[in-house]
C-alpha cells in the first residue's frame, strides 16, 4: 500500500511529465528541439513530437495507474535516464530552452534528474 507521500509525489511527478508532454507537443516544441542531441538519427522534430508523447503516456501512467504502478515507475526512471544526453547537450553547447535560459540553470538540470529517477521509483514501490 502507498504512503500519502508516495501518492502525493507520483501525482506530482505525472503530471509534470503531462505538462511536458504537452508543451513538447505545442507551445515550447520548438525550444526543446535545442535538447536534442546531434548524434541522434533523424529530425530533431521528430525526436520531440515522440519523446513528447511517451511523457504523456508515462505522465497518465503514473497517475492512473493502480495494479501496475510499480512498472510505471520503472518505465519512467528508464525514460529519465534516457533523455539525460538531452540535458548534456543543452548545459555543454550552451543552449537555452524553456526554463533553462542560464548556464547556472542549465547545469542544476543535471544535478535534479538522479533525484526524479529516485522519486519514480520510491513513489511508485509497495
Same mark, same amino acid.
Given at each position: 500500500?502507498?504512503?500519502?507521500?508516495?501518492?502525493?509525489?507520483?501525482?506530482?511527478?505525472? /503530471?509534470?511529465?503531462?505538462?511536458? =508532454?504537452?508543451?513538447?507537443?505545442?507551445?515550447?516544441?520548438? =525550444?526543446?528541439?535545442?535538447?536534442?542531441?546531434?548524434?541522434?538519427?533523424?529530425?530533431?522534430?521528430?525526436?520531440?513530437?515522440?519523446? /513528447?508523447?511517451?511523457?504523456?503516456?508515462? =505522465?497518465?501512467?503514473?497517475?492512473?495507474?493502480?495494479?501496475?504502478?510499480?512498472?510505471? /515507475?520503472?518505465?519512467?526512471?528508464?525514460?529519465?535516464?534516457?533523455?539525460?544526453?538531452?540535458?548534456?547537450?543543452?548545459?555543454?553547447?550552451?543552449?537555452?530552452?524553456? /526554463?533553462?535560459?542560464?548556464?547556472?540553470?542549465?547545469?542544476? &538540470?543535471?544535478?535534479?534528474?538522479?533525484?526524479?529517477?529516485?522519486?519514480?521509483?520510491?513513489?511508485? &514501490?509497495?
Amino acid at each position: 500500500m502507498a504512503t500519502t507521500a508516495q501518492t502525493i509525489t507520483r501525482t506530482a511527478l505525472g /503530471g509534470i511529465l503531462l505538462f511536458t =508532454g504537452i508543451a513538447h507537443l505545442s507551445f515550447a516544441r520548438r =525550444g526543446f528541439q535545442v535538447a536534442v542531441p546531434d548524434w541522434v538519427p533523424g529530425d530533431p522534430d521528430t525526436t520531440v513530437v515522440a519523446s /513528447g508523447a511517451v511523457e504523456i503516456v508515462l =505522465g497518465s501512467a503514473m497517475v492512473l495507474s493502480r495494479r501496475r504502478r510499480r512498472l510505471a /515507475g520503472r518505465l519512467v526512471a528508464a525514460f529519465l535516464v534516457a533523455v539525460l544526453p538531452g540535458n548534456v547537450t543543452q548545459w555543454t553547447h550552451h543552449r537555452s530552452a524553456p /526554463g533553462l535560459d542560464t548556464e547556472m540553470k542549465r547545469f542544476g &538540470r543535471l544535478f535534479l534528474q538522479p533525484v526524479l529517477v529516485m522519486l519514480a521509483l520510491w513513489s511508485t &514501490r509497495d
